[in-house]
């Protein structure tokens, strides 16, 4: 969302503790959310992220709390059925200035480039971040039968169930009651 959500901070950081609220809805780059399998989650194509931001100067920089918000889709890794809904990440981030020369730069922070905050990077991160990378349709999802393939939440299949080689042990004791 280059662009989008640039805010301008000259003002902001004349004064340590000046706070300013951003909400904004802008669509996410659609280059950062290609996934790379038919499997993986995913933003809708065009979706839009909203944020609610407060951006707030400290001395070294300025720093960014709120939530962003974004729409995701994947399938059920137990069952393939499709599922998806709304994202909601907690934002905790620092912009600072570019290190002055020799000096190391700061990993952790986005950089305030032209007195500028570009929080597209910032909200794109967050939600790849976030994107669920094994969702399932319901936590009791019973899923496909690795036997015949049938959906067991739709209906159950007659299938012996796989053994676990790990009560084999059991088994042994068992027959011999
Ligand atoms: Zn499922
Ligand atoms: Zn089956």
């Known amino acids: 969302m280059a662009g989008l959500l640039a805010i301008q901070v000259a003002r902001l950081r004349r004064q340590r503790g000046a706070r300013l609220q951003v909400a904004a809805s ?43 918000f974004a729409p995701w889709q ?12 709304t994202l909601e990440v907690a934002v905790e981030e620092r912009f600072c200035d570019p290190p002055a020369r020799g000096e190391p730069e700061d990993e952790e ?19 790849l971040a976030e994107l669920p990378l094994a969702p399932l349709c319901r936590e009791d999802c019973l899923g496909l039968c690795p036997t015949c393939g049938a959906d ?26």
């Open 26 to 68: 802008a669509p996410l780059d659609p280059a950062r959310f290609a996934p790379a399998t038919p499997a993986d989650s995913r933003v809708p194509e065009g979706a839009e992220a909203h944020c609610e931001l407060v951006l707030e100067s400290y001395d070294g920089g300025v720093r960014v709390t709120g939530r962003v």
């Open 74 to 85: 994947g399938v059920c890794r137990r069952c393939t059925v499709a599922v998806g809904g």
């Open 109 to 127: 922070a986005f950089v305030i480039t032209d007195d500028v905050v570009d929080l597209g990077p910032l909200v794109d991160e967050a939600v």
């Open 152 to 177: 067991r939440n739709l209906e159950p299949c007659s299938c012996e169930p796989p053994r676990d080689p790990r009560w084999a042990s059991l088994d042994v004791l068992r027959s011999s009651f």
